[in-house]
């Protein structure tokens, strides 16, 4: 069930990516709130160990969101505290006549990348945007 402290941390989502450069068109953030701490990450044209370790190509170059948010956490947290975490993932389209406006677009976890670091993670919770529309997806495991 999606709570007032989702509809919270989507509103704080929107404002993180109106207010980040990004070093391409794809406009995501993803925030790991774990008690009343929360790591923010934003998909990011860069390598690193945990797109290589979880991401459909070992050799791509880029970190989604999510995993980005999860290297955040993890420099803080223990990885045993990611179970008791919840993962929120927002992307804003650009849209309208001049595509000046934005709205949400569907931010669910990649199944072949970002999914499986959250299953080995053990997240128990995801809470992603919807397309259009400004209510939001949830997925519960474990
Ligand atoms: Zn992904």
């Known amino acids: 069930m999606i709570r007032v402290r989702d509809h919270k941390v989507m509103t704080l989502l929107k404002k993180c990516i109106l207010n980040h450069e990004y070093d391409d068109n794809y406009r995501l953030a993803a925030a790991i709130i774990h008690g009343k701490r929360r ?14 370790r979880f991401q459909k190509h070992p050799e791509a170059i880029e970190l989604h969101a999510e995993l980005d948010a999860i290297r955040e956490a993890l420099r803080y947290l223990e990885v045993a ?9 927002g992307r804003l389209k650009f849209t309208g006549p001049n595509k000046q406006e934005m709205v949400w677009g569907l931010a669910l976890p990649c ?3 970002c999914m499986k ?7 128990p919770r995801v809470v992603y945007s919807l397309n259009n529309v400004s209510c939001y997806g949830e997925m519960i495991h474990g």
């Open 81 to 89: 505290d990611l179970a008791s975490s919840i993962l929120y993932v």
């Open 111 to 113: 199944k072949e990348g």
């Open 117 to 123: 670091a959250i299953e080995a993670f053990d997240i």
């Open 39 to 52: 790591f923010i990450g934003y998909n990011k044209k860069k390598s690193h160990p945990l797109a290589a």
